[in-house]
């Protein structure tokens, strides 16, 4: 059975195509710095978004029409994989990526709910034989039910603790089974609403205690896939305890789970949390962290998590210039972590959200590889802080300075002077740059 019949595959036809369903930008087969798009940039489809989503919000129900909502049940999820499977074909995508409960129902018992599942992985298994799209990673739902009401791994009741260990324990056997290349955390309800009724530190104590015995789980059955942290400062919870990289860094290394785990950044959750996109990629990247990335966008006049796919060029070209910089994602990709918008319900606009997303970011890649091999960027950072090459500045990074012998240095210095930034003019660049890949 086909599900997007009307869809041929979406293959490169160029800028000056004027077919919308192909891609104008992305060529997988272009060479970026001796390796092709495809492995750059390694793009995943969210299972979640694209194949259940239904397109509601708090205000309305959903507006998506799709294929398979004639099913129900198993019946669904088990057409869902059908038309997965065709999706990534046509879009000729290597990677995708799940939460447990989005390739199968939660039943009335866990036990019930397990044996879904491997139903389900069953599938996906025998699919994976013949498909060229393998998972990225896979990660257990643990914010949806309300039995996650008050957090997960951090809960102040321990059978929801197990419960939450159950579920991971079985995603790490589903990604070891699937070859999934690496394991995704994201604490959606590990925080707390108020410091009134919480005890914080017993919360973050189990929250390492729950990562230590997931990667002891994982190394017990062989599962060697890199574990990743996804940030997010807020929704649902008002203080999540993975607020943004730098706390997320803050927090392994004093578990000492930080030669373990990276980070899964997404564009979405650095704005929440209030930087840019590249900002929290910079901070992962010097730190020897930067894992892997969900790929979307939010709307500035919006002040939550809107899941957009991302078009903006400037922001696909600062984020691919830290990836660059990073030598790419090694076993992460650029997930999809966006969905259409409401209005944009038809089956069809799956196919071209995705390949606007695509487009964008192998522009931002073109553009920011440019920048790199003309070093304009590090040209001018270079100048800017060349003053600790020699003299003071260089005894200052070579640790041979003290207070005594700064002091002694200032009392002589006469007036100081300061170069300009060129933030404007550093910009225009880019946007020159930016253009010139675009006209080709």
């Not at 509601?56 to 997965?84: C, I």
């Not at 990074?397 to 003019?425: M, P, T, W």
Request: with cysteine; charged share 25%; proline share 3%.
């Amino acid at each position: 059975m086909s599900y997007f019949g009307n869809i041929n595959q979406v293959k490169f036809e160029g800028p000056d195509s004027k077919e919308p369903f192909a891609f104008k930008y992305y060529n997988p087969e272009e060479q970026i710095n001796g390796k092709s798009m495809e492995e750059l940039l390694r793009f995943a489809v969210s299972y979640w978004h694209t194949f259940t989503g239904e397109g509601s919000d708090p205000f309305g129900q959903g507006t998506m029409v799709r294929p398979y909502e004639k099913f129900t049940g198993m019946d669904l999820a088990k057409a869902r994989v059908e038309a997965s499977f065709e999706f990534f074909e046509k879009m000729n995508v290597p990677y995708f990526c799940f939460h447990d409960f989005d390739i199968s129902p939660e039943a009335n018992s866990l036990s019930e709910t397990f044996q879904n599942i491997d139903t389900i992985v069953g599938m996906i298994k025998d699919y994976l034989k013949t498909s060229k799209t393998k998972l990225l990673w896979n990660t257990a739902n643990m914010f949806s039910h309300s039995r996650w009401l008050h957090g997960a791994a951090t809960a102040p009741n321990a059978d929801v603790y197990a419960y939450a260990a159950a579920k991971v324990k079985k995603g790490l056997e589903i990604g070891k089974e699937l070859g999934a290349e690496n394991y995704v955390f994201w604490g959606g309800r590990e925080g707390y609403e108020t410091l009134l009724n919480t005890n914080m530190e017993l919360e973050l104590d189990n929250l390492a205690r729950f990562f230590h015995m997931a990667l002891d789980y994982a190394k017990e059955i062989g599962f060697d896939a890199q574990f990743l942290i996804e940030p997010k400062p807020k929704e649902p919870t008002k203080h999540q305890y993975d607020f943004d990289v730098a706390t997320g860094i803050g927090f392994l290394q004093k578990y000492d789970l930080h030669q373990k785990f990276k980070f899964n950044i997404e564009a979405n959750h650095a704005t929440l949390a209030g930087h840019t996109f590249e900002h929290e990629l910079r901070v992962a990247r010097i730190n020897g962290m930067l894992g892997s990335v969900d790929a979307n966008q939010g709307d500035p006049l919006l002040g939550w998590d809107t899941d957009e796919f991302p078009t903006d060029l400037y922001s696909s070209t600062l984020a691919m210039y830290e990836i660059l910089k990073n030598d790419g994602l090694g076993t992460g990709g650029l997930n999809f972590d966006a969905k259409v918008r409401r209005g944009s319900f038809e089956p069809d606009d799956l196919f071209l959200s995705h390949i606007a997303g695509m487009d964008s970011f192998a522009i931002g890649t073109k553009v920011a590889q440019k920048l790199i091999e003309d070093k304009v960027l590090d040209n001018f950072i270079d100048e800017r802080y060349s003053s600790y090459k020699e003299g003071i500045g260089r005894d200052i990074v070579e640790g041979k300075a003290d207070f005594h012998k700064l002091s002694d240095y200032a009392l002589s210095l006469g007036e100081i002077e300061n170069k300009s930034g060129r933030q404007e003019h550093l910009k225009a660049i880019i946007n020159q740059y930016l253009l010139n890949a675009v006209r080709g």
